[in-house]
Every structure is written in C-alpha cells, then in structure tokens.
C-alpha cells in the first residue's frame, strides 16, 4: 500500500496463481478506479499501459518486474508498504526499485520505503518497479547487474551507481567499463560527515556499506570521482 504522512493510503494487491494471464481477465483482475480526494493511488501495470487495483499473474516460475504507479495530489512524504509476503514463494526476493532515485529496497528485510513526491497526474510513467528475483542459485542482489534495465549500460558503462538496502547495510552497485577511483560517504541532512569517506577503486563492482550503528534517519549517500559526483538518498529505519 502507498500511505501519506497524513495518514491517507491505498491498497494495489498482486498474486500469483496457476493458470492466470499477463493480460488483464476480467475474472481475475480489477481495474484501478481512481478517487479525486488527497488520498494517494498506487496501481500496478498490465500490458503496458492498464492500471490495476487486483493483479493476478501466472504462478513464479521466472523473474519477473511488475511496474507500480503512484498518484498523489500533494507535494510531501510517503510510504511504499509491503504486506502479506508469505503468499509469494520463499525462494524469490522482492524488490523494489525506485527509478527517481535510483534506490533498490529489499523488501523482504525492509517491508517499508519512504519516498518524497510532487504532485503527479494519472497517465506518468511509473515510477517504481517490483522485482520478484529466484534466489535457489543466485542472490538477489548479484541478479541485479544481469537483469535488462537494471544497471542501465551507456556503452563506455554506467557511471552512476544503485543502491541495495539489506540488513547488513546498503550496497552500491557499479558498472564501469575501466577502474575507477572515488570516494564514498553518507552524510545527513545537514551535510555533516555520518560514515567517514573512504576510497575505493570500483569498474564492475559491488561496496557495501554498513549501516548497523547509524540511526534511523534520512541521510545522502555521496560518491566523488574525477569522471561524476552523485548523492543519492537514504532511509534508514531500525
């Protein structure tokens, strides 16, 4: 569900089941009926384009990236909750990927996401996608460098990285087509040094970051090279 710092909120449900379609059936599925109030919508999308409140797709045997679409009326905070996990295999993890960020939650250790919004209109182009990644053989977080989309290729390699929360802390990931050295830190909001920068020299590459003894809090994730400097940022919820 998606919920305002008002306490407004909505629900989109998604679930698994023999014998379903992608597309959308009437039998199985439910159009997202949009309210003009301040409550916010979340939906998740079906051929391409369909807005739903009831996704019900094919039983998991596969990866597969379910888009979600978010509504809001109001400039402000929100949340992404994620509920009722049980029903999806044990063995896949679930992820979300905020694409205005460039942030990835583990949604499994970190059931909730706090984003920030402008007002947006219904018809945008999603702004999140929900990963469901098969872990029997690989981890979820390795599966993100080879999923199509994900780390974005740019022909010399993504200079930007994206982030992965886990309990054990936030991993950054890196696509470089040449070893690169830069600095990375996590600072708050009022730019005051939180993790000590360290350097690192990256190319295809994954740091993690611990977070374990830092405080709840929203907090910026900085990188500094000769080539880019990006900030991205953090939620850290105990």
């Not at 059931?111 to 029997?136: A, E, K």
Request: hydrophobic share 35%; charged share 20%; net charge negative.
């Amino acid at each position: 569900k998606i919920e305002s710092s008002s306490g407004f909120y909505d629900e989109s449900f998604i679930r698994f089941m023999t014998g379903a379609a992608t597309s959308f059936e009437g039998d199985k599925d439910a159009y997202k009926l949009f309210a003009n109030s301040v409550t916010p919508q979340l939906s998740s999308i079906a051929d391409g384009s369909v807005n739903l409140s009831i996704n019900t797709l094919p039983e998991l045997s596969a990866n597969i990236i379910v888009p979600l679409a978010v509504v809001v009326k109001n400039t402000g905070i929100y949340s992404i909750v994620a509920w009722e996990m049980d029903q999806v295999p044990s063995n896949y993890c679930i992820i979300l990927n905020d694409k205005s960020t460039g942030t990835y939650t583990d949604m499994r250790t970190d059931s909730f996401y706090i984003f920030y919004s402008t007002d947006t209109i219904q018809g945008l182009p999603p702004r999140f996608d929900l990963l469901f990644l098969n872990n029997d053989t690989i981890t979820c977080s390795d599966q993100l460098s080879t999923i199509t989309g994900i780390t974005k290729p740019d022909g010399g390699g993504s200079k930007s990285p994206y982030l992965m929360q886990t309990q054990e802390g936030v991993f950054l990931h890196f696509n470089h087509s040449t070893e690169t050295s830069l600095k990375i830190g996590i600072y708050n909001t009022l730019g005051e040094e939180i993790l000590p920068a360290k350097t690192y020299t990256v190319k295809k590459s994954r740091i993690l970051l611990e977070t374990k003894n830092i405080s709840a809090g929203v907090y910026f994730v900085k990188t500094e090279s000769v080539l880019q400097n990006t900030t991205h940022k953090l939620v850290i919820r105990k």
